[in-house]
């Protein structure tokens, strides 16, 4: 089974960008989603964007439609998520999951594989 690492988190202020990294241990099957989800504390994991392994536009909650960026680079097998204009509500566990072609891309409980997850700290 794929493992998945996310990294890029940390403090940042409003209005600043920054990237994450999800570095899957293997290559993916071509049937595979990806897909970025947030937990704030406190609140339900929320769905971000998803994108198939193979290629193909991503697809975005309405959230951060316009502010985030999926990207997924299969020669190095990581997964990227772009993040500008960073708002304090954006203050959360970034979460990367995998998932086949089952279920519904934007519930969590559709994913089999997780990463561990990494904090981002949108200050004033």
């Known amino acids: 089974q794929v493992h998945l690492v996310e990294s890029g988190g940390g403090l940042v202020q409003a209005g600043d960008s920054l990237r994450l990294s999800c570095a899957a241990s293997e290559r993916a099957d071509t049937s595979t989603r990806m897909a970025w989800f947030r937990q704030a504390s406190g609140k339900e994991r929320e769905f971000l964007a998803v994108?198939?392994?193979?290629?193909?536009?991503?697809i975005y909650a309405d959230s951060v439609k316009g502010r985030f960026t999926m990207s997924i680079d299969n020669a190095k097998n990581t997964i990227y998520l772009q993040m500008n204009d960073l708002k304090l509500g954006d203050t959360a566990v970034y979460y990367c999951a995998a998932k086949g072609l089952r279920g519904y891309y934007a519930d969590y409980r559709s994913y089999d594989v997780w990463g561990q997850g990494t904090q981002v700290t949108v200050s004033a």
């Open positions: 994108a198939n392994w193979s290629g193909g536009p991503a």
